[in-house]
C-alpha cells in the first residue's frame, strides 16, 4: 500500500493523491480500492490485451448500476444500447480515471513485483492521452444475446476499455486472418482456433496494439458456447461499458 502511494506522488505530485482519489470516486462515495495490488493478467497469445479481474468491487459495481439506471435510457424493454460521444456523465470520467489509475498502480507491480519487461499495460502516449476516452457504449444484454466478431471501427484510436457487470460471459478472440478461415468453411473446428477470455463482474479489459487491430473479439451466449473448465456458464443479464476515445476529425 505504502509502495503504491508513494509511487502515486511520484507520478501525480506531492498533493496528487487525494487529486487522484477524488477523481474516481462514485456516487455512494466509494473509491478505487488501492489497498489491494491489481490483479493484472497478459493475455499471452495476444500481444496488446489485458485483464483485470478485481477491477471493481461488488458496492463499485451496483454503484454504477445505479448511476446508469439513473440516467433512464434502458427504461423501455426494446432499448438494449446507449452511446454518448464528446462530453461524458460524470460516473464514467470517474470511470476513465480509475482505469488509467489501476494501469499505473499495474505498471509499478508488474515491474518491481514480477519481473515484467514486456513494457506498459498501455503505451505511453495512450496512457496520458487527454482525454483517455470520450466516447462511451453501454450495452445490456439479455440471457442468450451476444455479439458477433468484429474488430472496433477506425474512427476511433488506438487502446479500448471494457468494463462487464453482473454476468459471468466468455468473451472469444480469434486473429483477423483464423476468422476469415472460420468464415470460409477452410477451419472445421472454429473454437480450437479462439483464444477465451473469462469475464467477471467487475473486470476490465484493454485492448491496444495487436488486439485491437488485428484479433476480431465477440461473445457467442448460445447454447454450448459459454463453457469454461468444462462446465456450462449459467446465463444472465450482462451489462458492458466500452470507453473508447475518437480519432482526430471525427
Known sequence: MNGQ???????????SDSDV????????????????NPAWQRIQE???LCFCRDFLTPQQQASLLSAIHSEGWFTDASHNQAMRFGDLPTWATKLSGSVRE?????????VTNEGDKEGCLLPSDLRWREPLFDQLIVNVYQPGEGICAHVDLMRFEDGIAIVSLESSCVMHFTH????????????RDPLAAKIPVYLTPGSLVLMSGEARYLWKHEINRKPGFQMWEGKE???????SITLRKLCSGE
Do not use: W
Open 5 to 15: 502511494k508513494s509511487f502515486l506522488r511520484q507520478v501525480f505530485g506531492e498533493s
Open 21 to 36: 482519489e477524488e477523481d474516481s470516486t462514485y456516487e455512494d462515495g466509494s473509491s478505487l480500492n488501492v489497498d489491494q
Open 46 to 48: 495476444i500481444k496488446g
Open 102 to 110: 489501476m494501469v499505473l498502480l499495474g505498471d509499478h507491480d508488474l
Open 176 to 187: 483477423v486472418e483464423e476468422n476469415c478461415a472460420i468464415e470460409k468453411g477452410k477451419i
Open 233 to 239: 456458464l449459467d446465463q444472465e443479464r450482462r451489462v
